[in-house]
Structures are given as structure tokens and as C-alpha cells.
């Protein structure tokens, strides 16, 4: 057994007797059930699990930490309450795309502590207010970064760094940004596709000016009265 998908049920803990000889599981889906948590016992019973989706279920804010070594997608969406564990993408050493979406979450906290092979974070549709510096310096690997629909008023400096040269696709659709730090673009030399649709914001963002490999610019319905002449000169890829 490969793969296996049990939806649309009451499940609250998992039948770990269905699974007895399952250890070459590659692919989980339990959307749809009633898991207040991840059971620990996920990452013995299963070793080779690369696909986990727990939608829709009732988790609480407490997490289960363990190391799940062979998870590459991770998708936590439309929950209850939840709170991402501190450095929680160091558990998931192989982990290339998370998605945490429409769980009602307030914050992201420090996702790792060392290097991160994560390609592909997801964390639209929830409540995150504010961003901390340094949240995605250790994340080299990063090449698309969605934070569509949330409650972010500013784009801070000092969130990417030196590694960040991946990233090539950044959503910040339907926040109440009124504002764009400077500095927060300047290690995001490849971005390709920026979209601020949506927004608050009165003034032209001078710091997308210095996003030499932009392709693709929206910045529909916000409160924007003119563009300077120089703010696009350098955009040549537009």
C-alpha cells in the first residue's frame, strides 16, 4: 500500500490496525475528520510518508513536535484554531511545500533554526497581523511565498537575506497594507511575479523599483493617485 485517503468521516484517532503492514505508505489524506492533533506515532508507523493532508479537522493550538523525515508536502487547511510549533520546518528536514491555510492563524513564529529545503510556503486566508525580522532568512531555498488575505498592514524590512535570491513569486493580495519598508525587497534579486492587489496603499512602493527581474506587477484596488516617472525605469522585464 502507496497511498490512502479516508475523508468525510468521524475519525478522531487513527485505526493504526488498518495500517499494520503499510509500511511503504507514501501518501496519508485524512481530510474531513475530527483529529485534534497529529499523533506522534505517524512518523514510526509510516518512515517512507512523503504527502500528509489533515484538512479540515478540528486541531487545537497545541502540536505535536516530531520529526517526520520523509514529509515533502504538508497541508493543514480550513481547522480550528492553530498555532505553528517554534522552528517547526526543523522536524521536517525534506519538507519542499507547506501550506497552512484558513486556520485562523495569528502569527507565524520562527520557522527553523538551520538551513530549510522548503520551496513553497502557503499561508493565505488567516489572520497574521505583522511579520518578524529574519522569518524566512533560513529558508534558501524558498521560491514562492504566498501571504494573500491576511490582516498585514507593512511589509517589514529584514524578514529575507543573502539566501533569499530564489524567491521568484510573492502574493500579498487583499492584506490592509498601507506600506512597504525599505530595504524589505533588496535580497529578492529574481523575483519574477509580485502581486499587492487589494491594498491600502496611497504612495508607489519605491522599493519595487529595485526588483530588476520583475515580470509580472499588480497593484489593483488600492488607494495609489500617481507613479513618479523613475519608479519603473529599471523594470526592464515588464
Do not use: W
Not at 87 to 108: C, G, K, M, S, W
Request: proline fraction near 5%; charged fraction near 20%; aromatic fraction near 10%.
Amino acid at each position: 500500500l502507496a497511498a490512502a485517503t479516508i475523508n468525510d468521516g468521524e475519525l478522531s484517532d487513527m485505526l493504526y490496525k488498518y495500517f499494520k503492514t503499510a509500511h511503504d505508505l507514501e501518501i496519508l489524506s485524512l481530510p474531513t475528520n475530527q483529529f485534534t492533533n497529529v499523533p506522534q506515532i505517524l512518523s514510526t508507523r509510516f518512515p517512507k510518508l512523503k504527502h500528509l493532508d489533515i484538512s479540515n479537522n478540528q486541531f487545537l493550538t497545541n502540536f505535536e513536535v516530531t520529526t517526520y523525515p520523509c514529509i515533502e508536502n504538508l497541508l493543514i487547511t480550513n481547522t480550528g484554531d492553530f498555532a505553528i510549533p517554534k522552528n517547526f520546518l526543523d522536524y521536517l528536514p525534506n519538507i519542499t511545500n507547506l501550506t497552512v491555510r484558513n486556520a485562523n492563524l495569528e502569527q507565524i513564529p520562527p520557522l527553523t533554526s538551520k538551513e530549510s529545503c522548503v520551496g513553497d510556503l502557503d499561508f493565505s486566508y488567516n489572520k497574521i497581523t505583522k511579520l518578524a525580522p529574519g522569518l524566512f532568512l533560513n529558508c534558501s531555498c524558498l521560491e514562492i511565498l504566498n501571504l494573500d488575505r491576511n490582516k498585514l498592514v507593512s511589509f517589514p524590512d529584514g524578514l529575507f537575506g543573502p539566501g533569499s535570491v530564489m524567491v521568484k513569486e510573492l502574493y500579498l493580495r487583499s492584506n490592509k497594507l498601507n506600506s512597504v519598508d525599505s530595504g524589505a525587497f533588496d535580497y529578492l534579486t529574481n523575483l519574477e511575479i509580485l502581486y499587492m492587489t487589494e491594498n491600502k496603499l496611497k504612495d508607489f512602493p519605491m522599493e519595487i523599483g529595485k526588483l530588476n527581474s520583475l515580470r509580472k506587477l499588480y497593484l489593483s484596488n488600492n488607494k495609489l493617485s500617481e507613479i513618479l516617472d523613475d519608479a519603473l525605469v529599471n523594470l526592464h522585464e515588464i
